[in-house]
C-alpha cells in the first residue's frame, strides 16, 4: 500500500525545490542582462554568442554533475538555460539547410538551444551567403558523415569565403521509415537524400528491393513527398514526420548503429581559446616532388596531432589539389602557432578556417 503522508512529504519538497530553481534561473537572466548592458556600453557592435565561454560551461557542468541524471542530460539542461539568457541578450538567427525538419536544423537546435530563430535555405551556398550578408549571424552546415565520409560542398564554399569555423556539433542520426499509407508491401517508391539512400542501402535491399529509390534535396523534401503519394515512403527523421504528418512505418532503419554527422557552425567572428579546442585548415603544396611530406612534416616535428585530412579540386587547374586538414589545439597555442609560421613559408597557400571549441555534447 502506498504511504501517501510519505509521497505528500516528498512533493511537498520537490515544489520547494522547484521554487529555488525558478528563483536562481530568474537571478541567472538577469545576470545575463547586466552582461549585454556592460558589453554594449564598452563596444555597440559587441558578440554577445560567445563560443568558448558556453564550452567552458558546458564542460564544469558535466565535470562536477553527480548524478542520477547523466552528464549529457544535464548539460542539455544548461544549453536550454543558457539559450533562453542569451536571448535576452541577443535573439541569434541560425541559418540551416533547409527545409524545415531536417538533421541540419537538430543539431542547430542541439547546439544553440530552442531560444533562437532557426531560417531554412535551400542550399548549403545560400547559408554560406546569408551569413556573409549579416542576414543570419551563425549557420550550421554538415561537413562529415561516419559512414558516407566527407560533405563535398561544404569543403568546396571554405576556399572562397571569408566566413570561420565558430563551432561543431555531432548529431546521432537516426533513419525512419515514413509514409502515409499501409504496409511495406504497399510502397513502390523511396524518397529520400542521396546520403540517406546510401546509409540505409542494406536495410532497402533487404525490405524494400522493389522499391524505387529516388534522390531528393533534403530529407525534409522526401517527406513532404511522400505525404502526397500512399505508394511512395520517405527515409527522414521522427521530426519531419510530425511536420509532415507522416507515420512511421519502420524505425533506425540506418544499416550502421553508430551512424554519426558532425556540423560546424559559421560566423563572421574569431574564437578565443577554451581550453579544448580544435583548429581547421586549407592548405596547397607546391607542385613540387615531395610537397605533402613538407607539408605535414612540421605536424609531427611540434607533436600536433592531425585529426582529418581530406583533399578537393583546387578548382584552379587540372589535377590540382588542395587540402582540409583538422589538427588538435588552438591557433594562438605556441606549438601550433610555430606550425603556422612553418607552413606560410612551405606552402602554396595556407588560410586557417578557425579555431573552436570541440564538441561537448
Known amino acids: 500500500m502506498v504511504d501517501e503522508d510519505k509521497l505528500a512529504g516528498v512533493r511537498q519538497r520537490i515544489d520547494a525545490l522547484d521554487e529555488q530553481i525558478q528563483e536562481l534561473i530568474s537571478r541567472r537572466a538577469e545576470a545575463a542582462q547586466e552582461v549585454a548592458r556592460v558589453k554594449?556600453?564598452?563596444?555597440?557592435?559587441?558578440?554577445?554568442?560567445?563560443?568558448?565561454?558556453?564550452?567552458?560551461?558546458?564542460?564544469?557542468?558535466?565535470?562536477?554533475?553527480?548524478?542520477?541524471?547523466?552528464?549529457?542530460?544535464m548539460a542539455r539542461l544548461f544549453r536550454e538555460i543558457m539559450s533562453a539568457c542569451l536571448a535576452l541578450e541577443q535573439p541569434l538567427s541560425i541559418g540551416f539547410l533547409g527545409p524545415e525538419g531536417t538533421f541540419t536544423q537538430a543539431a542547430a537546435l542541439k547546439h544553440f538551444g530552442h531560444a533562437v530563430e532557426t531560417v531554412s535555405l535551400g542550399s548549403i551556398p545560400d547559408v554560406f551567403r546569408e551569413v556573409e550578408s549579416g542576414g543570419c549571424h551563425y549557420?550550421?552546415?554538415?561537413?562529415?558523415?561516419?559512414?558516407?565520409?566527407?560533405?563535398?560542398?561544404?569543403?568546396?564554399?571554405?576556399?572562397?569565403?571569408?566566413?570561420?569555423?565558430?563551432?561543431?556539433?555531432?548529431l546521432r542520426i537516426n533513419h525512419n521509415l515514413l509514409g502515409i499509407g499501409g504496409g511495406l508491401g504497399?510502397?513502390?517508391?523511396?524518397?529520400?537524400?542521396?546520403?540517406?539512400?546510401?546509409?540505409?542501402?542494406?536495410?532497402?535491399?533487404?525490405?524494400?528491393?522493389?522499391?524505387e529509390r529516388i534522390a531528393v534535396g533534403s530529407n525534409?523534401?522526401?517527406?513532404?513527398?511522400?505525404?502526397?503519394?500512399?505508394?511512395?515512403?520517405?527515409?527522414?527523421?521522427?521530426?519531419?514526420?510530425?511536420?509532415?504528418?507522416?507515420?512511421i512505418l519502420a524505425e533506425k532503419i540506418e544499416d550502421e548503429p553508430c551512424n554519426t554527422t558532425r556540423f560546424l557552425i559559421i560566423g563572421r567572428q574569431d574564437v578565443p581559446p577554451s581550453g579544448n579546442d580544435k583548429t581547421s585548415l586549407l592548405l596547397a603544396?607546391?607542385?613540387?616532388?615531395?610537397?605533402?611530406?613538407?607539408?605535414?612534416?612540421?605536424?609531427?616535428?611540434?607533436?600536433?596531432?592531425?585529426?582529418?585530412?581530406?583533399?578537393?579540386?583546387?578548382?584552379?587547374?587540372?589535377?590540382?589539389y588542395v587540402f582540409f586538414v583538422d589538427i588538435e589545439g588552438h591557433q594562438q597555442d605556441e606549438e601550433l602557432a610555430a606550425v603556422l609560421r612553418e607552413l606560410s613559408q612551405e606552402s602554396r597557400m595556407c588560410k586557417v578556417l578557425g579555431s573552436y571549441p570541440k564538441s561537448v555534447l
Not at 564554399?157 to 556539433?169: A, D, K, R, Y
Open 40 to 73: 554594449l556600453k564598452e563596444d555597440p557592435d559587441a558578440h554577445f554568442y560567445r563560443p568558448e565561454r558556453e564550452a567552458e560551461v558546458l564542460s564544469q557542468v558535466m565535470e562536477r554533475n553527480r548524478g542520477p541524471l547523466s552528464d549529457e542530460v
Open 139 to 170: 549557420g550550421v552546415v554538415p561537413v562529415e558523415n561516419s559512414t558516407e565520409g566527407v560533405i563535398s560542398h561544404t569543403l568546396d564554399m571554405f576556399m572562397s569565403s571569408p566566413l570561420s569555423i565558430c563551432g561543431e556539433v555531432t
Open 186 to 211: 504497399a510502397i513502390d517508391k523511396v524518397y529520400s537524400h542521396q546520403q540517406s539512400l546510401a546509409q540505409c542501402r542494406g536495410w532497402l535491399d533487404t525490405n524494400l528491393a522493389h522499391a
Open 220 to 247: 525534409a523534401e522526401a517527406a513532404r513527398l511522400a505525404r502526397e503519394d500512399p505508394r511512395a515512403a520517405a527515409i527522414a527523421s521522427e521530426t519531419a514526420g510530425e511536420i509532415y504528418g507522416l507515420r
Open 285 to 320: 603544396t607546391r607542385n613540387e616532388a615531395g610537397g605533402l611530406h613538407r607539408l605535414l612534416t612540421p605536424f609531427a616535428v611540434h607533436g600536433i596531432s592531425m585529426s582529418r585530412i581530406e583533399s578537393r579540386p583546387s578548382r584552379q587547374g587540372v589535377w590540382d
